[in-house]
């Protein structure tokens, strides 16, 4: 079993190619849940989704190398590139979830309102240039465990980066021959 699982990890088009579908189709639950389910994002949300689209694309890139064999050290750069991708936007879900937990306030000021308005026009003015949706609420959470798309984000993602790393050590040893 765990000989089966190095040589998946070890397999550079399995594992380019899985980076690119996992990332584009965490992507297109972020759009689904905007556009067909009316979820606004906030501004962490957005940034949350960066990760997942530079590792989408390094992904494709890893694929367009693979046509190449001598770039097998360099796609298992990129695939170690994508773990520590994967372990910012973990960490950006990490951030995001305190903010909606209340255990810390956002840094980003179009996620907070300063009460303390010189004048009622500044605080209209506030209020009408703020994003559709604020950080700090929790949008939609899922029926069976009560997460929030950015804890599962803090979940998902440092998986990801594990996954990465071990796939780039054994894509380096499959190419020196040891595995």
């Known amino acids: 079993m765990i000989t089966k699982i190095k040589h998946m990890l070890a397999n550079p088009v399995l594992v380019c190619g899985g980076i690119f579908l996992f990332s584009a ?5 972020a759009l689904i849940a905007q556009f067909a389910y009316g979820l606004g994002p906030c501004e962490l949300c957005i940034l949350q989704r960066w990760p997942f689209g530079i590792t989408a694309v390094l992904g494709a890139i890893g694929l367009i190398m693979l046509y190449n064999h001598k770039h097998i050290k360099k796609v298992a750069f990129l695939v170690l590139l994508c773990g520590v991708i ?14 909606e937990q209340h255990w810390w306030k956002s840094f980003l000021e179009g996620c907070s309102f300063n009460l303390d ?9 506030q209020i009408e240039n ?3 949706a604020r950080c700090d609420e929790i949008p939609w959470a899922d029926p069976v465990f009560g997460l929030s798309m950015a804890a599962w984000n803090m979940i998902i993602s440092p998986l ?5 790393v071990l796939s780039s050590i054994c894509i380096v040893r499959k190419a020196n021959g040891v595995l």
């Not at 189709?25 to 639950?29: N, V």
């Not at 308005?117 to 003015?125: H, K, T, V």
């Open 25 to 29: 189709l965490s992507l297109m639950a």
């Open 86 to 99: 994967y372990m910012i936007g973990g960490g950006l879900g990490f951030y995001h979830n305190g903010v």
């Open 117 to 125: 308005a010189a004048s009622i026009e500044d605080l209209l003015a």
């Open 130 to 132: 703020a994003p559709a």
């Open 160 to 164: 990801a980066a594990i996954g990465c």
